[in-house]
C-alpha cells in the first residue's frame, strides 16, 4: 500500500502553509493538504466571533486529539460595510495582529499550517498574511479546489464550452456595473451573494440571464441547496452562497 504521506512530502519547521482546504466537503483536499493538515505543529484558523470557523470545520475529520491550533478571530465581518473606515482599519489592524501572533509560532521553529476556504489566492483571508510575512519566512502555499468550481460540479453545470469568456464577480458591485459585466461576457460566477442578493437578482433578470443562472447555497457543504435562481430566495442568503450563469458556447 502506498504512503500518501510520503507522496505528498513532509511539514518543514519554521515555514508557514497556506493550506487550501477547498469549498466544504473535506473529501475535496489534495493530497499535500490532507498531509499537511495532519502533521503541522500548529493549525491556525480565521473565524467569525462565536462559530468555530468554516475551514476548521471543513478539516475536522482529519484532526486528531491534543492538536496545538490557533484561533483567528475577526472583530468584525458584515456588521459594517466593508467601505465604512472603521471597517477597514479594524480589519487592517487584525491582519497586522494576526501576522504577529503567526510570528511568533514561526520564530519558535514551528511549522504552522493556515488554513483558507476554496484556495488561498483566491479571495481569501491568508492572501493578507501572505503579503505581510511573504519576505520574512518560508511560505508554501497549498492550492485548493475553489469553492466556485465545487459548486457548479455540485450544480452539475458545465461552466464554460469552447471559447466562452468566464467572468468572475463580486455581488458588492454597484447594480449598473453588474449588470452591464454580466452582459458583456458568456459565463458568470457571482460570489459574495449573501445580503446582495435582491440586487443580484435585479442584475442578472436585467442582463437577460434569469433563465440561465442557477442559485447555490453551501455548496458541498452540509445543508447545501442548488435549484435555478428564478425560484431561490428573494432577498438575503449565506455568505457561502453563489449565483452561476452558464455558458452556452460551442458544443461538438
Excluded at 31 to 54: M, P, S
Excluded at 180 to 198: C, E, F, Q, S, Y
Aim: glycine share 12%; with cysteine; proline share 6%.
Amino acid at each position: 500500500m502506498m504512503d500518501l504521506d510520503a507522496i505528498a512530502g513532509t511539514a518543514r519547521g519554521g515555514t508557514l502553509y497556506g493550506i487550501g482546504v477547498g469549498p466544504g466537503d473535506v473529501s475535496y483536499l489534495t493530497l499535500r493538504a490532507a498531509a499537511l493538515v495532519r502533521q503541522v505543529d500548529v493549525i491556525a484558523f480565521f473565524a467569525k466571533r462565536g462559530l468555530q470557523g468554516n475551514a476548521r470545520g471543513i478539516v475536522d475529520p482529519l484532526m486528531g486529539p491534543h492538536r496545538e491550533e490557533l484561533r483567528l478571530e475577526y472583530p468584525v465581518t458584515n456588521e459594517i460595510p466593508p467601505e465604512d473606515p472603521s471597517y477597514r482599519q479594524q480589519i487592517s489592524r487584525f491582519y497586522e495582529e494576526s501576522a504577529e501572533a503567526l510570528s511568533l509560532l514561526l520564530r519558535q521553529g514551528k511549522s504552522v499550517g493556515l488554513l483558507a476556504e476554496g484556495d488561498p489566492f483566491f479571495y481569501g483571508s491568508f492572501m493578507h498574511i501572505w503579503r505581510r510575512l511573504d519576505k520574512v519566512f518560508p511560505i508554501e502555499v497549498v492550492p485548493g479546489v475553489t469553492g466556485m468550481s465545487g459548486c457548479w460540479t455540485r450544480a452539475n453545470a458545465p461552466i464554460t464550452w469552447g471559447d466562452d469568456i468566464l467572468s468572475v464577480l463580486p455581488g458588492t458591485m454597484g447594480e449598473a456595473q453588474l449588470t452591464r459585466r454580466l452582459a458583456d461576457t458568456d459565463a458568470a460566477v457571482i460570489m459574495k451573494v449573501g445580503n446582495n442578493l435582491a440586487k443580484v437578482r435585479r442584475a442578472v433578470t436585467a442582463a437577460g440571464l434569469l433563465s440561465r443562472a442557477i442559485y447555490v447555497e453551501r455548496g458541498s457543504m452540509k445543508g447545501e441547496r442548488i435549484m435555478p435562481l428564478s425560484e431561490g430566495p428573494e432577498a438575503g442568503s449565506p455568505y457561502f452562497s453563489m449565483v452561476l450563469i452558464p455558458g452556452q458556447g460551442r458544443r461538438l
